[in-house]
């Protein structure tokens, strides 16, 4: 064994994270050693932390350390907008950019028949709970555009269609600052689909 | 704040790690979130175990969960044979390689006027002791090539010379697999200097 006992299980665990190779887990578990010891104490706190506070909203699903999260909890939000995302991950992402001012549901997956992923193993039944509820309510169905997402978004469109929903999904499109010559085929057809007249 | 509270903390934790920005910080996170319980738990763990287990060993200044360190106990090393060394990356890079049999001094620093760092600021004077004890000594210089790594060179060879001791440096040349004609100029001519005569 080149490394000491505590310095190669700590190696082991850099490794088990996303990207993290051999030869950079050793250089984050060699850094370590150089933290201070109430940095090292507070990183191993967050870790139990994490684990142990986070849990999903009981309204919308999204990662929250309490009962409700706190986008469910704001009164100033439009809670007649739902914005319906994959995972938690999404939230984040819109959260960030600022611009929505609805709330969310996390389905926490995508319908998906060849992975035995069918209505009833994501969160749907409590979308259709709290959609009743609303008066005039509004989804925004924000699925990525693989076969599993757009299965997804065409099955929640069929259950609302009926029930007085207003129901979107986000435009397709040329990402800003591509160049068009480099484009795929397939966002190139989906741009000029999703057209928008300009306005003057 | 977009992440739950104990995310963000744990967020900051790994940005404190070398070259993990923002967005790796929170991608790591979240997978965190994914981790067994006993994954956290030993990972938590281990990152105070490297902390509290980790020192120096007595004999060579290097890592160690002991007093002495695996390699300084070993006695089927050539501890005639030291190889002076920067920091105890430079161990580890060593035992990787797995041809070198002797022992270690890890120096923890370089000579550096420049950063006010002198000879008695880095693991020197435990080097000429250790030295003293040995019939014949070995030393293998294996600093870097820049003016630090040069002038402690240098200094160690002046400690030693009349000593009776037996002083060489790593070779400089070509990086195995290198094209000669994208070789720096330096490289080049410690190359040329270096040159060996090649055996029948």
């Known amino acids: ?9 700590l190696i082991n665990y850099y490794k088990k994270l996303p990207g993290i190779g051999e030869k950079n ?8 050693l150089n933290f201070k010891d109430e940095d090292i104490e507070g990183f191993a706190t967050a870790l139990k932390d994490v684990k142990n506070k ?3 909203c009981s309204i919308c699903g999204h990662l929250s350390e309490e009962e409700i999260c706190p986008i469910c909890s704001d009164e100033s939000r439009n809670h007649n907008i739902i914005c319906v995302i994959e995972d938690y991950k999404s939230v984040f992402s819109f959260e960030k950019v600022g611009n929505y001012h609805g709330v969310y549901h996390v389905l926490n997956g995508l319908i998906s028949p060849a992975d035995n992923i069918g209505p009833d193993n994501i969160n749907l039944a409590s979308l259709v709970k709290r959609v009743e509820k609303l008066k005039n309510p509004e989804l925004i169905l924000a699925l990525k555009s693989t076969v599993e997402g757009e299965t997804t978004t065409l099955y929640i469109k069929k259950i609302f269609e009926k029930k007085n929903v207003m129901i979107s999904r986000l435009s397709y499109g040329i990402p800003m600052g591509a160049e068009i010559d480099y484009l795929d085929i397939i966002t190139l057809d989906k741009a000029l689909e999703d057209r928008k007249k300009i306005s003057e």
């Open 25 to 32: 887990a050793e250089r984050l578990a060699l850094s370590t």
């Open 54 to 56: 986070i849990r999903k």
């Open 1 to 9: 064994m080149i490394y000491p006992a505590s310095l190669e299980k």
